[in-house]
């Protein structure tokens, strides 16, 4: 089946420790996306691709990095930079903008 | 900065009710208007996209319409179920990423 799959689904992270956040696509979409999704605040840019080894800052990426090495794969590391990384991740792709956008199923990190 | 606002926040009405969900944004440039459905603790499902050029677009029970001159989107859904109960999240997209709404929240009493 095609479509985005976020792992893990539950992730728990102390403080001063460094996570990764995969996301993998099968969809040959060209454009991928990390949002991040705190109650009452909504869905929230922290980094976009539209193509493979290139990448741009959203509205929040400081205290997240990201790399886009392959077309399927879009991870995201949230570092011990970030002061507040307790929130509900999730992943997007397009086959490029202005095209319809589909979503994984989230992971919702939780720091201990 | 495009700004994206739904109205109301949240909703409870009884099985069978027709009702609207109402989304605005201050930037009339879009290229595209798109409506999800997120039940708790899950990701997003797409149920419409509005092309700029379009003025509406149905499945099943919900339409969609645009008018991008006033910045408005309404989202109608026909004879509500149970099932339709969730958060409804409004999105437009600009010249490369989507901007959000923070969603209506939606319950429907049998």
């Known amino acids: 089946d095609g479509g985005i799959t976020q792992s893990p689904k539950y992730l728990f992270r102390k403080e001063g420790q460094n996570v990764t956040l995969s996301c993998e696509q099968n969809l040959n979409h060209d454009a991928m996306y990390w949002y991040r999704q705190d109650p009452g605040q909504g869905l929230r840019l922290i980094y976009y691709?539209?193509?493979?080894?290139?990448?741009q800052k959203g509205d929040i990426a400081e205290g997240y990095s990201v790399s886009r090495e392959k077309k399927e794969s879009f991870p995201l590391t949230v570092t011990s930079a970030q002061k507040n990384p307790t929130a509900f991740y999730l992943c997007a792709s397009s086959m490029s903008g202005q095209i319809e956008a589909f979503f994984g199923q989230g992971t919702r990190l939780t720091v201990v | 900065k495009q700004e994206v606002t739904q109205i109301p926040a949240a909703l409870s009405v009884p099985e069978g009710e027709n009702l609207v969900l109402n989304c605005s944004f201050t930037d009339s440039a879009i290229y595209n208007l798109q409506w999800f459905r997120q039940d708790p603790g899950k990701g997003l499902t797409s149920l419409l996209l509005?092309?700029?050029?379009?003025r509406e677009q149905t499945s099943g029970r919900l339409n969609a319409s645009l008018d991008k001159s006033s910045g408005r989107s309404t989202l109608y859904i026909a004879a509500s179920q149970p099932g339709d109960s969730a958060t409804y999240l409004c999105a437009v997209e600009g010249r490369s990423t989507l901007t959000f709404g923070k969603g209506t929240m939606l319950l429907v009493s049998p």
């Open positions: 509005i092309q700029s050029s379009q």
């Open positions: 691709s539209q193509i493979v080894n290139d990448f």
